[in-house]
């Protein structure tokens, strides 16, 4: 059974950095894309950045040039590093896997942005 377990999230002042990490268990097979989304209150479930197996990275507009995704395929792991934090960064972010055509969602870390 796949799960994945999100770290690293917390609170943070504006302009301050944050890095989330994701570990995926239960996997036998390759795992195709991996990604972060967020979800604020009130709000739909955003994707913030995604990257294939291939080390291809896709980002919200909101947040080029400030956050970057890496992955560890060997083991089977991936990371958002956030940079130049801002308020409206805060929401609970949540990493996401394909596997086998599947997605899989961890529980969600919140990350608090004061002003």
């Known amino acids: 059974q796949v799960q994945l377990v999100e770290s690293g999230g917390g609170l943070v002042q504006a302009g301050g950095s944050l890095r989330l990490s994701c570990a995926a268990s239960g996997i036998i097979f390759s795992i195709n894309a991996m990604g972060w989304y967020r979800q604020a209150p009130g709000q739909q479930r955003e994707l913030v950045a995604s990257i294939s197996r291939g080390g291809s990275t896709n980002y919200a507009d909101s947040v080029k040039g400030r956050f970057t995704i890496s992955r560890d395929n060997a083991k089977n792991m991936v990371y958002l590093q956030m940079n130049s934090l801002k308020p409206e960064d805060t929401s609970v972010y949540y990493c996401?896997?394909?596997?086998?055509?599947?997605?899989?969602w961890g529980q969600g870390t919140q990350v608090t942005v004061s002003s």
């Open positions: 996401n896997v394909n596997y086998r055509f599947i997605d899989y």
